[in-house]
């Protein structure tokens, strides 16, 4: 059916801003949970602890990520409001069980595996139920969505600095619980006006068969060369992404000491985040084609130019001023990243190939925390690591540089293949022209001879 373009879509729009909140809100800010967490469970004895601790924050965010090609899957099967619902359902059962926790280990399975895979299964169907209700207006629609992330990683450091300060770590988890039981009763507006494939093979009265293996995972997208390179591209740029989100609150301790408000620097991140999705989205309308690529190009290069420039601040206001650059092309990333899967796959198999490409960035976004957390405590110092983790985003920004003359050399190749087809069918038609002339003119005689 044709999208309404409004109606109870924008009580959908609100609740799928709230979950992009929710969900991110909470992720973006594990700097400020991973300082509380660290304190808590550390001890001076232990000298793998920012390591260990690390990879509670950097498993979550990459766990989120993992599941996207699962959840692509659950979702064409069994639509958007049932994924969404037992998603947010067990991203609850996670945190609140992570409020009970005594030691680091359990972090791992209750807050780094089971609570973003709740909010993994509870994310992406908010992003697909869009479609159902918008068409013309899914660009604007999707931009005050996403907003709704910058909102959140804007407001929510402040909040969490409060309740940590006041009613502990354990308690601060319980209060985060609110949020995740709003998220469980958002899922319930998803109200499908596109049946999932559950619908349309079984009906309400038949069994359900599930369809051909081909339609539930469409590796078709790999043949496309230019999107194996942005498939590929792309992971090998964010293995230092994550990085200053996770250690970037530590290192200004280590730095500064308590004589700054750390938290300052995520709502930079957060508001320039948000007016880079705004803007570089609008640019990237009127860019044409897969050179959009270009603006991902010029937004790893200044990430990680802004990375290595956080050890170099001495200065607490130009580590505002990095984060406020950082930000800003972050968002650019961010924004531009389904334009660009339009562009080199085409609208029918665009939902998989975005799966495919949040899947292939859970490893090296839970990888690069770790390692350095690891520099830190063999080091004692963040220098090292966020050089290094400088580094990545260069040599993917590199790499997506061929991806715009590879994607012509494709359409050109695409344009031939039917040109040919055309002539053959002509000829073929000339050929039946001269068998039916040959047919007829017997006939004719025959005719005239009557």
Request: aromatic share 12%; charged share 15%.
């Amino acid at each position: 059916p044709e999208p309404p373009e409004g109606g109870w879509g924008w009580v959908v729009m609100l609740a799928a801003m709230w979950c992009n909140g929710a969900v991110f809100g909470i992720q973006n800010s594990c700097g400020v949970l991973f300082v509380s967490m660290l304190r808590l469970f550390g001890s001076s004895e232990d000298k793998q602890m920012v390591f260990k601790t690390a990879w509670v924050s950097s498993l979550s965010m990459g766990m989120v990520f993992f599941c996207s090609p699962i959840v692509s899957i659950f979702t064409d099967l069994f639509g958007c409001r049932r994924v969404a619902v037992i998603g947010a359902a067990v991203g609850l059962v996670g945190l609140l069980s992570s409020s009970f926790v005594s030691t680091i280990e359990p972090l791992y399975f209750t807050y780094g595996i089971l609570f973003a895979c709740g909010c993994s299964f509870a994310y992406q169907p908010s992003l697909v139920i869009l479609g159902h209700y918008f068409k013309r207006r899914l660009g604007l629609v999707n931009g005050i969505v996403t907003a709704g992330s910058s909102l959140f990683t804007v407001s929510l450091p402040f909040l969490l600095r409060v309740l940590i300060d006041s009613v502990d770590l354990y308690n601060t988890l319980r209060v985060l619980c609110i949020l995740m039981f709003v998220l469980f009763l958002a899922g319930f507006t998803y109200k499908p006006l596109v049946p999932s494939t559950k619908d349309k093979e079984g009906g309400k009265k038949g069994k359900f068969k599930l369809p051909p293996e081909k339609k539930i995972c469409n590796f078709s997208v790999f043949k496309v060369l230019s999107y194996r390179i942005w498939a590929f591209g792309i992971p090998a740029a964010l293995f230092g992404y994550f990085v200053p989100y996770v250690h970037l609150m530590n290192h200004v301790k280590d730095r500064f000491g308590d004589s700054v408000p750390e938290e300052v620097l995520l709502l930079c991140l957060g508001i320039t985040s948000g007016v880079g999705r705004l803007v570089f989205g609008r640019v990237a309308d009127y860019i044409p084609g897969a050179k959009k690529i270009y603006l991902q190009v010029a937004s790893f290069f200044f990430i990680g130019l802004m990375s290595m420039m956080i050890p170099l601040c001495n200065v607490f206001g130009a580590l505002v001023a990095v984060c406020l650059f950082m930000g800003l092309f972050d968002g650019c990333f961010i924004c531009i990243m389904a334009p660009i899967a339009f562009e080199l796959v085409g609208a029918q198999d665009v939902s998989q190939a975005i799966g495919f490409l949040l899947g292939l960035m859970s490893v090296p976004m839970t990888v690069g925390p770790p390692i350095a957390g690891l520099l830190r405590d063999k080091l004692g110092t963040y220098d090292v690591a966020f050089y290094l983790a400088g580094v990545p985003p260069l040599i993917g920004g590199a790499i997506l540089c061929f991806i715009p003359w590879v994607h012509e050399r494709q359409k050109l190749k695409e344009r031939a293949k039917p040109v040919d087809g055309e002539t053959t069918e002509k000829m073929l038609e000339n050929e039946s022209t001269l068998v039916s002339d040959t047919t007829e003119k017997p006939v004719k005689e025959l005719d005239s001879g009557f």
